[in-house]
């Protein structure tokens, strides 16, 4: 489904009173809406709490994958120092041996008590796992390679590694039943809701027919009252992913957000795709087969010209910063941690809704603004309502006061050659410009502190010009809303 974004003005509406409508349109009128609302309750309440439980199945299937990838990077990792007595090769190792206990922890939350013994068994025999090769490491550095036995330290661990993948597959294949239940019962309810849908507007239609000739005269409010409307066009996505239970994950999430999505399995399917057809962006694996996700984007880069280049998005494990100066340095233009949640990737596609026909667009600034009321839903749990407008007017209105000082600051700091005082000032600039939804000012941002953090500085003046001259932009959209949110509240 097309996704459509409201611009509320937050004009009050006319009121309606019982002395407008005949006594028995009235009537009709609340059995209209009594009914409907019921329907609604009833209905499509259900069909969403069972959705929660579709995503969380999802999340658990993402975390089961993405350990299994773990237990067989360590193991890897061990066997390649043991053969080898190069410590590059155990890179894999030490990569997994951090990752392990949160994707752990992560599926404890997922599943919760129904299988608490299950992932207890999961926990210690991975642990175990990882202990035996850290001990063989250990061995091995301390006895050294001569006198040491690598035949055997290549074996250790391995019926601990085996017991982890069989509870892996044994949740994986519960998770994949439980999944296709679910689904199923997302199904049956939502045809439950629509049966409850027409039932209510049928009885409704029955009341408004008994009193029609006395309710005509109630008239809608004029069009003129109504508040302009955005739309926004889906988005393209190319889908580059090499784990089949990763990619069911994306593709659900980007069709929950109205997105059409293409799916590739390594690098190489994805220039080729880039090649064949244009899209608007690519979620893009780092570490997959054939060829990897760096050098897929930095053969798109280089062989597609300007007016077709998409926007890339890194999708990995990997949480330093190293890890993202090479996704930037790679030419990817933004960045997603595994697990992808929802949340996070609807952040980073929002900024690129594209206005359609139906509503102008004035230079991005509608999705700047669709950006910023998103993230003011998200605070608020919906449209903001009594005190929550006037605190939310006020936070946008704190921010375009305090943030060009704050930009002034962060020049200085580059003139001067400041690199910790550029990496701090870069980083509660951007945590601000995040928090209120400014996510193009907040990716520029991003950059700065990311390239402070390897030691560097801006060299041009230009990147503070763009950095200035997207606030210059965003500003006035925030005053704006600060402006509607505070007469409404007043």
């Known amino acids: 489904m097309t996704r459509r974004w409201r611009e509320a003005t937050y004009r009050p509406g006319r009121r309606w009173t ?25 209905g499509i309440g259900a069909v969403l709490t069972e ?41 894999p190792y030490t990569t997994a041996a951090a990752q392990v206990p949160p994707t752990l922890g992560e599926l404890r939350v997922l599943i919760g008590a129904a299988h608490r013994r299950t992932i207890d068994d999961l926990q210690a025999s991975a642990d175990a796992t990882i202990e ?25 661990g391995t019926e601990t590694a085996a017991r982890a993948q069989q509870l892996i597959s044994d949740l994986h294949r519960d998770q994949t039943a439980l999944l296709h239940a679910q689904r199923q019962r997302v199904a049956d309810r939502a045809a439950h809701a629509v049966f409850f849908v027409v039932a209510a507007v049928v009885a409704a239609a029955a009341l408004v ?26 988005l393209r996505v190319l889908l580059a992913e090499d784990d089949e239970v990763n990619q069911q994950v994306a593709q659900f999430m980007l069709g929950k957000l109205g997105h059409h999505v293409d799916t590739v399995a390594n690098g190489r399917d994805a220039v080729q795709a880039m090649r064949a057809a244009d899209y608007d962006v690519v979620l893009m694996d780092v570490r997959m087969p054939v060829l990897d ?72 600034a509608d999705d700047r603004d669709a950006a910023v009321r998103a993230r003011m839903a998200e605070i608020s749990d919906g ?38 005082g550029v990496r701090s000032q870069a980083q509660a600039l951007t945590g ?14 991003a950059g700065v502190e990311a390239d402070a953090r390897t030691g560097r500085l801006p060299r041009s003046p230009a990147t503070m010009a763009a950095i200035r001259a997207e606030y210059d932009t965003t500003a006035p959209g925030f005053e704006r809303l600060a402006g509607e949110l505070t007469a409404v509240s007043r």
Not at 432 to 445: K, N, Q, W, Y
């Open 51 to 91: 959705s929660t439980s579709v995503d969380r199945t999802y999340q658990t299937l993402a975390a089961l994958s993405d350990l299994r990838r773990q237990l067989a990077d360590a193991q890897r990792g061990e066997q390649a120092f043991v053969l080898t007595a190069d410590e590059h090769y155990l890179e």
């Open 432 to 445: 601000s410009a995040t928090d209120v939804g400014a996510t193009r000012l907040a990716r520029l941002l």
């Open 132 to 156: 035996y090769y850290g001990q063989a490491v250990t061995l091995l550095r301390t006895d050294g390679f001569t006198t040491a036995r690598p035949a055997a330290y290549g074996t250790v």
């Open 293 to 364: 996700g760096l050098e897929a984007t930095r053969l798109i880069r280089s062989e597609l010209p300007p007016g077709r280049q998409p926007h890339i998005i890194a999708m990995t494990a990997g949480v330093l910063a190293e890890d993202r100066a090479a996704c930037r340095a790679a030419g990817m233009n933004d960045y997603l941690a595994k697990p992808v949640r929802l949340a996070e990737l609807t952040s980073a596609l929002t900024p690129l809704l594209r206005t359609s026909p139906g509503g102008p667009a004035r230079d991005g």
């Open 18 to 42: 019982a002395g407008r409508l005949p006594a028995v349109g009235y009537v009709a009128s609340v059995g209209v809406l009594a009914l409907a609302g019921t329907a609604a309750g009833v």
């Open 209 to 234: 027919t008994l009193s029609a000739r006395r309710a005509r005269a109630v008239a809608a409010p004029a069009s003129s009252e109504r508040p302009d409307a955005t739309w926004h066009e889906p």
């Open 383 to 420: 449209e903001p309502r009594g005190p929550e407008r006037t605190l939310i007017g006020a936070m946008l209105t704190s921010f375009t006061a305090r943030t060009p000082a704050g930009l002034d600051r962060l020049a200085r700091l580059i003139t001067a050659g400041d690199v910790s």
